[in-house]
C-alpha cells in the first residue's frame, strides 16, 4: 500500500520557522517528481514547491520564492520543505504529493500527480 505521510506541521509565531517532511512508503519515489501544495480555510489548494527526482531542478510559487525551501532524499525516500519567515497567510494544511509518472519535471499542477499525503496543519500566529 502507497503512502505519503506529513509531519512537521505545528503553531508558530510570524517570522518563525518550520521543516516539514514526508514519508513515502509502500513503493519507492526515487524517479518521481515530488511536490508541497497547500489549503488554506475557504481556499482552493494550491502549489507551493517542487523537485525533480534527480534534485537538479527545483520549482516555487512566487509567494513563497526565497523563503521555503524543497529538498529530498531519495536514500530515505523522504522529501522536505523547510519553511523560514513564515506569515499568518502561509497558514493552511500542507500536503505532500508524488507524480503520476516516474521521471516528471518539478510540475506546479496538481493533476500531474497521482499519489496525495493526508496534510499537516500549519499555523502562524500573528
Known amino acids: 500500500q502507497v503512502q505519503l505521510v506529513e509531519s512537521g506541521g505545528g503553531l508558530v509565531q510570524t517570522g518563525g520557522s518550520l521543516r516539514l517532511s514526508c514519508l513515502a512508503s509502500g513503493r519507492s519515489f526515487v524517479r518521481n517528481a515530488m511536490g508541497w501544495f497547500r489549503q488554506a480555510p475557504g481556499k482552493e489548494r494550491e502549489f507551493v514547491a517542487a523537485?525533480?527526482?534527480?534534485?537538479?531542478?527545483?520549482n516555487y510559487a512566487d509567494s513563497v520564492k526565497g523563503r521555503f525551501t524543497i529538498s529530498r532524499d531519495n536514500a530515505k525516500n523522504t522529501v522536505y520543505l523547510q519553511m523560514n519567515g513564515l506569515k499568518p497567510e502561509d497558514t493552511a494544511v500542507y500536503y505532500c504529493a508524488a507524480s503520476r509518472i516516474p521521471g516528471y519535471f518539478a510540475s506546479h499542477e496538481q493533476s500531474h500527480y497521482g499519489y496525495w499525503g493526508q496534510g499537516t496543519q500549519v499555523t502562524v500566529s500573528s
Open positions: 523537485i525533480k527526482w534527480s534534485e537538479g531542478s527545483t
